[in-house]
């Protein structure tokens, strides 16, 4: 793809990269599916899949990517402080398994101890799309029983997500920049000529 190989870094689970004032956590991830797409017998999961925690003022934000729920996310939340978790959420038609539900993304997220969830892909194809009201509902329940102190943000495509600034948007809208429009800029109708 034309990237110089001296830019390239390797990422090796149990290892950090330092790139300027950030240090990403390489931790472990439990893609099953990874495990054994293109490959004759399953791989380990530390050879063939990462999850990365960003660490930063607002605390670790982890990407899981494609994912599916396992019990080893208890082990990841307990050795790398999460605040928040992003991973993949979808819809299984009949006979599929290779995405996360709902349920699964909160129970990957509780299992995180994460304190914000942000579901991802629900909406990448129509085939799969799962409504991440869903999540919301599981999360809070009707009354916030479930896990009150978990927040959920549901983003947009180009959505910008600061933490902890933005964990109490729920759903992200797109910013109508209505106090950038200064009329009396525009050629057409603003400018006067002399």
């Known amino acids: 793809m034309g990237v110089p190989e001296d830019r390239i870094i390797v990422a090796r689970v149990g290892e950090?990269?330092?790139?300027?004032?950030?240090?990403?956590?390489?931790?472990?991830?439990?893609?099953?599916?990874?495990?054994?797409?293109?490959?004759?017998t399953p791989q380990p999961f530390d050879e063939v899949a990462a999850s990365y925690i960003f660490n930063t003022e607002g605390g670790g934000i982890a990407f899981l990517g494609d994912t599916l729920y396992h019990n080893g996310y208890r082990m990841v939340g307990e050795k790398y402080k999460i605040e928040v978790v992003c991973m993949d959420m979808g819809n299984n038609a009949p006979g599929y398994t290779d995405k996360m539900s709902p349920w699964d993304v909160w129970r990957v997220a509780e299992a995180l101890n994460a304190k914000v969830v942000i579901p991802d892909h629900f909406d990448n194809w129509a085939n799969c799309y799962e409504d991440p009201k869903y999540l919301v509902d599981i999360v809070h329940g009707k009354n916030k029983e479930n896990r009150p102190e978990m927040k959920t943000v549901i983003l947009l495509p180009g959505a910008r997500y600061i933490h902890p600034d933005d964990q109490n948007i729920v759903r992200y809208v797109y910013p109508d920049w209505r106090e950038w429009m200064d009329w009396r800029k525009s050629v057409e109708y603003g400018l006067t000529s002399k």
């Open 16 to 40: 950090s990269i330092k790139i300027e004032d950030m240090k990403i956590d390489i931790a472990p991830n439990f893609d099953v599916i990874v495990t054994k797409t293109g490959f004759d």
